[in-house]
């Protein structure tokens, strides 16, 4: 029997209880839904497999994080959009993060000639569990922090290993070891930007854990208060001067930060995220939410700035006195890894949780593992085990929240009642489940707060002049077509809710309500394409159908290159609009273009074989409803229609067994037994005749027409009372029907002789 050392034991004993703890608080996550952006996940053809994505022009870009997309395409190879396998990836991910935690930081003890494994465990189960990382693991596109930083310290105890004090590692393994570091950083940038600042701190590890030994006066004048503070100023003048003056080379992100806020302007608020947000989370992690909705102030206006700077400030002096190398470290790591979303690149959001994903795990963790290693023993296992319990409890119960969208989108509405987003994405997750009365209530909710939220959120007063003064900029008149980002962001703010709340006022058939929604989002953008499709169908429902129609016809002429499937919806509206006024031919016209755009459009199918059917083009209608029952085979007008094309040919035997599906699909219909009943009728099967005309009958007793036709049955079967019965029956006769039964009860008494 093998046996183990203590000190393998013991290692293999924290290794399993990170593991096992990690699963078990994020184990609710596993059964998360795809949420918001999460979209493109499932929609976009190449994240459909690893070979689609190596096939498109841009999965080599780093600016478009190749290595995140390509496990995104491994996923959905490996078992196409179901979303329990992109969760188990995150979470995999997360404990691959809490182990590297806790080897790098005994690597590092290992480094100083130190040994235990209590305070590396603390630090790996404090990030492990800690309730601001749920934002980075329960969602899936977070996965880019995940991955940054799993690579980002992956490398870094490579770097380690490569100064291990008790062998002389030969230059030969160095060799592959170095390689090995650059491929980490490499993967950690192109999972995502934040893993630039990797090399820096690779420095900044060897400095605290490696150059102390190599060079040991050198360490002790930089541990020094003055000379360690003075350092870090020049570095940051100069780093300060740099990015400003240096615009030609620094990363400009796809988000529209710079338009909206500047780049000064965006760093000098992000002080007062870092401490009255990101800090405040970390220590009193209540209240998360997916849109913090904090908002934009400068130091002018708002004090709490220049308070969150001197707090700022004196926790570095502080630390500096202290001297201690694994505080100094993380709060280096806490500042930096910070640094490319909360300093001079400004991002759309002013404070987003995943960002704290990096640099909590050895930064705000680290620091804190040393401030529970001070306490004594007995004092730091009671801590601990109420910490713990209390961070796995709040991120299990977290997790809950995003299980679904409209438990996620409740929650943020909840604790965040004034801004829109979180209202319109509500409103967004009731409108799919059908609730429309929910739905208009956080729309009305998500338009009544846009004002104030445009106005905090960015610091624009006046959002409609902005964007008329963005139009003017640009020198063009159609806002649809502007090229400027922060425009667009801020377009997106305002029209969707409007557009939203329209859409839903439409369903509802509050007809006045929604045009005058759907005006104000035309008010906003002129080149909103899907409230002109949405206004069009509030003219129709209202009969104004040369406005309806005058409005579509706009639409698509402006669009007319457009293959977007909005753009076929538009061209189906069109062809149902000249439908009802009598143009055929255009309508056929439109629904055909409409079906080159989007060959899956089923109600342009029917619809064109319902044109063609009316038109007597009976193979086309054909062929156009066999199309819909391809991509719908239970879709009932098509099976209805399709049987009656069938029985226009004379196909009577084909008419009836697509009568009798039609029947299986619906149920009882008087009008599927009456049209049964009619095909027997034609092929002088009168029994059957009878039975179906029967049915309808008793579905439908004052149908006089189908008492006619069951007359006619039960005469040529020789019942001619029961004939008489139903056509004495018929009650209130038009002046043909009244004809066609007394030419029958005729035919049935013979001639009669009258008296004088």
């Given at each position: ?113 130190k040994c235990g494994w209590v305070f590396p465990l603390t630090t790996a189960l404090l990030f492990s569990l800690h309730p601001l990382n749920t934002d980075s693991v329960s969602y899936i596109s977070s996965r880019s922090s995940l991955l940054a930083t799993f690579f980002y310290l992956l490398t870094l105890y490579i770097f380690l290993n490569l100064f291990c004090p008790k062998k002389i590692t030969p230059f030969t393994k160095k060799l592959p070891l170095s390689l090995l570091i650059l491929a980490g950083i490499y ?162 959001d002013l404070a987003v949780e995943h960002r704290m994903y990096l640099p909590m795990s050895l930064g705000l963790s680290l620091v804190a593992g040393v401030g529970i290693k001070t306490l004594p023993m007995l004092w730091r296992l009671r801590l601990l085990v109420v910490l713990l319990i209390a961070l796995g409890a709040t991120t299990a119960a977290r997790n809950a929240d995003w299980v679904s969208e409209l438990s996620l989108w409740k929650d943020s509405a909840t604790k965040n009642p004034f801004s829109p987003r979180p209202h319109n994405n509500a409103g967004k997750a009731y409108y799919e489940k059908g609730d429309l009365a929910q739905a208009s209530y956080h729309f009305e ?312």
């Amino acid at each position: 029997m093998l046996v183990l050392p203590s000190k393998t034991k013991n290692l293999l004993g924290c290794v399993t209880l990170l593991i096992l703890i990690s699963m078990l608080t994020y184990f609710n996550s596993l059964k998360g839904s795809f949420q918001f952006d999460d979209a493109h996940l499932i929609n976009s053809q190449w994240l459909l497999n690893t070979d689609a994505f190596f096939d498109h022009p841009l999965s080599a870009e780093i600016g478009r994080r190749p290595v995140l997309n390509w496990t995104f395409a491994l996923n959905n190879q490996l078992a196409r959009h179901k979303v329990f396998g992109f969760h188990l990836f995150n979470l995999a991910l997360h404990i691959g993060v809490t182990l590297l935690i806790f080897f790098i930081i005994g690597r590092a003890k290992y480094l100083l000639n130190k040994c235990g494994w209590v305070f590396p465990l603390t630090t790996a189960l404090l990030f492990s569990l800690h309730p601001l990382n749920t934002d980075s693991v329960s969602y899936i596109s977070s996965r880019s922090s995940l991955l940054a930083t799993f690579f980002y310290l992956l490398t870094l105890y490579i770097f380690l290993n490569l100064f291990c004090p008790k062998k002389i590692t030969p230059f030969t393994k160095k060799l592959p070891l170095s390689l090995l570091i650059l491929a980490g950083i490499y993967l950690s940038v192109a999972s995502k930007l934040i893993g630039a600042t990797l090399p820096f701190m690779l420095a900044v590890w060897y400095w605290g854990f490696i150059g102390r030994k190599q060079y040991p006066n050198f360490h002790k004048a930089a541990m020094s208060n003055r000379s360690a503070f003075i350092g870090l100023t020049l570095v940051t003048i100069i780093s300060t001067g740099v990015i400003i003056f240096g615009d030609s080379w620094i990363h400009i992100p796809f988000d529209q930060g710079f338009e909206l806020f500047g780049r000064a302007p965006y760093f000098i608020v992000q002080l007062k995220v870092i401490v009255f947000y990101y800090l405040k989370l970390f220590y009193f992690p209540f209240n998360l939410n997916v849109d913090s909705g904090f908002p934009f102030s400068s130091a002018m206006t708002d004090p709490a700035i220049i308070f969150s700077g001197l707090i700022i400030l004196a926790s570095i002096l502080a630390i500096l006195k202290w001297r201690n190398v694994w505080v100094v470290v993380g709060a280096i790591w806490f500042f930096i890894t910070l640094a490319p979303t909360s300093s001079f690149i400004p991002l759309n959001d002013l404070a987003v949780e995943h960002r704290m994903y990096l640099p909590m795990s050895l930064g705000l963790s680290l620091v804190a593992g040393v401030g529970i290693k001070t306490l004594p023993m007995l004092w730091r296992l009671r801590l601990l085990v109420v910490l713990l319990i209390a961070l796995g409890a709040t991120t299990a119960a977290r997790n809950a929240d995003w299980v679904s969208e409209l438990s996620l989108w409740k929650d943020s509405a909840t604790k965040n009642p004034f801004s829109p987003r979180p209202h319109n994405n509500a409103g967004k997750a009731y409108y799919e489940k059908g609730d429309l009365a929910q739905a208009s209530y956080h729309f009305e909710k998500s338009v009544a707060n846009i004002p104030r939220f445009v106005a905090n959120q960015y610091n624009i007063q006046d959002p409609k002049g902005f964007l008329e003064r963005r139009n003017k900029v640009a020198g063009k008149n159609d806002e649809n077509k502007l090229k400027s980002p922060s425009s667009l962001k801020i377009m997106a703010e305002l029209v969707e809710p409007h557009y939203n709340l329209a859409s839903v006022y439409l369903d509802q058939g509050r007809l006045d309500e929604a045009e005058e929604e759907y005006l104000k989002t035309q008010a906003l953008r002129p080149g909103h394409f899907s409230s002109k499709i949405g206004l069009s169908s509030v003219y129709n429902q209202k009969g104004l159908y040369d406005q309806a129609v005058s409005l579509l016809e706009q639409a698509v002429q402006e669009n007319i290159t457009s293959s977007d499937p909005g753009f076929a919806l538009a061209r189906l509206n069109l062809g149902e609009l000249y439908g009802k006024t009598g143009k055929i031919a255009d309508a056929i016209t439109e629904w055909e273009a409409a079906l080159k755009i989007d060959p899956s459009l089923l109600p342009a199918h029917f619809n064109l074989g319902t044109a063609y059917m009316m038109t007597g083009k009976l193979e086309s209608a054909e062929n156009a409803f066999k199309h819909c029952l391809k991509l719908n085979s239970r879709y009932e007008p098509a099976l209805f229609n399709l049987a009656k094309v069938y029985q226009m040919q004379e196909k009577w035997d084909e008419s009836t067994q697509l009568f009798k599906v039609f029947l299986e699909v619906t149920g009882p219909r008087p009008s599927a037994f009456t049209q049964i009943g009619f095909n027997f009728n034609r092929q002088s099967d009168w029994k059957n005749a009878q039975i179906y005309f029967e049915k309808s009958v008793s579905l439908q007793p004052d149908n006089i027409n189908v008492r006619i036709y069951l007359a006619e049955a039960l005469a040529s079967l020789g019942h001619k009372e029961k004939a008489k019965e139903h056509l004495q029956a018929a009650s209130n006769p038009n002046p043909a029907q009244s004809a066609a039964i007394n030419k029958m009860m005729l035919s049935l008494t013979g001639p009669q002789n009258t008296t004088p």
